[in-house]
């Protein structure tokens, strides 16, 4: 394990300082922004499912009885907290081509609320445990999105302009939610406290603006579609792998739920974790793009979500050649297909350009135009 300079959370905070600074997002209006760890109210003082459930939730993790159980918990905060600081750098770049003054505001507010969900779990990480939560929250800072050093393949994918922003917030922020959701759950109760809180702030982050890129109809759909096709399966992908032994055990051990844990009726599938979560978390993508389509004028192909088996990195389904509609290609077929599927550099740059010449390319909130 490599030295760390940290000992104290003050000087994890010198060192979130070093890193905003480094990463150039050091506006005066996050820098001043009061950076606090928060907590609320838990639905249950008890553990809620899996193993211990029923004895009272851990306040301490001395007091969880088993060290496999210590270890995983400190990964599910490590990739939580990772996920966070990693969409900032994702976004860095978008404020010197905000549309409006708005979506300035907005891109402030999503990104200092994802550095204070970074700051909470790297103050549970310090607080909680020990040496290597010390470690843990020192590489949090040291890994960088644009390096591709992220942990979860999503976060060190290219936001190149706001059509990928909106997409984004739209898709991976709704995972987010999701994840969020799962550990609001947990049996370590300054986890689940931690949840409440970043929940709140997460739904300001969910669509935050594409229907007004649909209803202005500047942005071909064609390429829209594109930008949904990049971002639903890296989405997909983030729930993590088909019969997954460690989602299995994150069960039993108490420490992550179900997303619909609170009104779940079917019998817990152990083998299928992830699997269950990530159906119901596209079958909400399905009725998102259904409300979308209202903007899109008769006559026109309607947006859809891609097939699960799409362009995916993780579970059974990954790097095999399925379509957008979920039929095997060939290998030839298929490279011609994510060409057609996926945005080229041509339409990352006819973006870019519209973003900077067109200034009517998405609707003003709440207009009927
Ligand atoms: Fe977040
Ligand atoms: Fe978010």
Redesign the pocket.
Known sequence: MPATRLTTFDDWVDLFRVWQKDIGVAYPEITNYKFEAKFGPTRSNEVEFGAYKGRPKWEKVVQIPDQRMRDALLNLIVYQGD??FA?VEQQRRLFETAPSEHDRQSLCRVVT??MR?GWQMCHLLMNHFGYSGRVEAQKMLERRAFDQKRLLGAFNQDVNNWLDFFVYTDFV?RD?KYQ?TMLSYSGFAPLAQSMIP?LK??SF?LGTGQDGIVKAGVIPLNIIQKYINKWVPVSLDLFGVDRSSSAHWFYVWGLKGRYDEPTATAEVNLERMNEHSRELYRQECVKLVEMINKNVPTGQAKLYVPDVKFNRFIGEHARKPYSVTGEMLSEERYAEHLKEMLPQPGDVALVCEIQSLEKQWISPKGSNQ
Request: aromatic residues 0%; charged residues 45%.
């Open positions: 996920t966070e969409s609320e994802e969900h922020d987010g969020l970043m702030e997460e982050h």
